[in-house]
């Protein structure tokens, strides 16, 4: 059978009408092929969410979003229609979870499965939204414009203390001319007394080496000095008197305890009246003597002897202490 030119362009026509209706749906993200269950959520925002972003559980693309409608009747609420693939279950209690799809922008839906029986085909799903990064960048980022602007007023601060300390170095540099000036005119009027201060000084290092020069002798003599003293042997001659004054004390102890000669002149008292008496006797017979000396010289040639007083009243009266 031949077909017609006619209808050759009627089944073209039809074909790519065909074409055409699966293509949109294709780019649409639409699943023609494949039974979906279709959700709805409500959103007072949707920042920017389209038809066919997609619908995520865990990071997997399980759908798309189909169709997004303004509700004027609720507050100019958003209607969110997705299509979810046949085979997920959905419990009761699941959430929606608006999201940034990534740096580059988009929006999608992470579905947060809840713990319920499983949702029927056309049911409401709970909304959530999830702060995106524009919304963190720019909780973060006004921290640090409040910065920058305290730091701008801060910079305009330093240059206007700078421009006061510009004016205070010109001055200085000003002053550090003069100084100059007047330090070379100063070294120029007294160059001669500079001079002489340094020839001096000359003179004094050569005065200083020479002085060094006699010193050189004194120090070995000292040296000599110091070999003496060691050859004294300083070290025995200590030991020997520590050794001498142990000794001393040693004695002193023996005296202080009445042991010995000197201990018993000291400390017994019977002695020491022993003593006493011999001594008055013996003053007494001194005594006599230097009066009567006849009486224990004879040398009498004729005549009697002159015995005289046996003792001295002045003698008996004597008493040595």
Do not use: C, W
């Not at 959520?41 to 865990?58: E, F, K, M, Q």
């Not at 008292?269 to 006849?294: A, G, W």
């Amino acid at each position: 059978m031949k077909l017609s030119r006619e209808a050759k362009v009627g089944i073209m026509a039809i074909f790519a009408i065909v074409m055409l209706y699966f293509g949109f749906h294709i780019l649409k993200g639409s699943d023609v092929f494949s039974r979906t269950y279709k959700y709805h959520v409500i959103y007072d925002n949707i920042d920017g969410l389209t038809a066919s972003n997609p619908v995520l559980l865990n990071g997997l693309n399980v759908g798309r979003v189909q169709e997004i409608k303004l509700l004027q009747n609720r507050g100019n609420q958003l209607l969110v229609t997705v299509d979810i693939q046949k085979g997920i279950v959905v419990p009761q209690g699941t959430g929606a979870v608006l999201a940034d799809g990534g740096l580059l922008g988009g929006k999608v839906i992470h579905l947060a499965m809840g713990a319920g029986a499983p949702m029927k085909d056309g049911d409401t799903l709970l909304a959530k939204k999830e702060s995106g990064i524009s919304a963190v960048l720019q909780e973060k980022a006004l921290p640090l414009v409040s910065h920058a602007d305290s730091l701008i007023k801060n910079l305009d601060l330093v240059v206007g203390g700078f421009q006061e300390t510009g004016l205070i170095l010109n001055q200085v540099l000003k002053n550090y001319n003069q100084t100059g000036t007047s330090l070379q005119g100063l070294l120029t009027e007294n160059r001669a007394n500079l001079l002489a201060m340094t020839s001096n000084l000359n003179k004094l290092t050569a005065s200083l080496v020479e002085t060094e020069k006699e010193l050189k002798p004194l120090l070995a003599k000292t040296g000599t000095l110091a070999d003496s003293l060691n050859a004294l042997r300083l070290g025995e001659t200590v030991t020997s008197a520590r050794k001498t004054i142990e000794e001393l004390h040693t004695l002193l102890a023996s005296v202080e305890s009445g042991k010995g000669t000197a201990g018993k002149l000291v400390k017994d008292e019977t002695l020491y009246n022993n003593l006493n008496r011999t001594m008055i006797s013996m003053n007494k017979l001194l005594t006599n003597f230097r009066e009567h000396p006849k009486r224990y010289i004879n040398v009498s040639v004729f005549g009697k002897k002159d015995k005289g007083p046996a003792e001295s009243p002045l003698d008996t009266a004597t008493t040595i202490k």
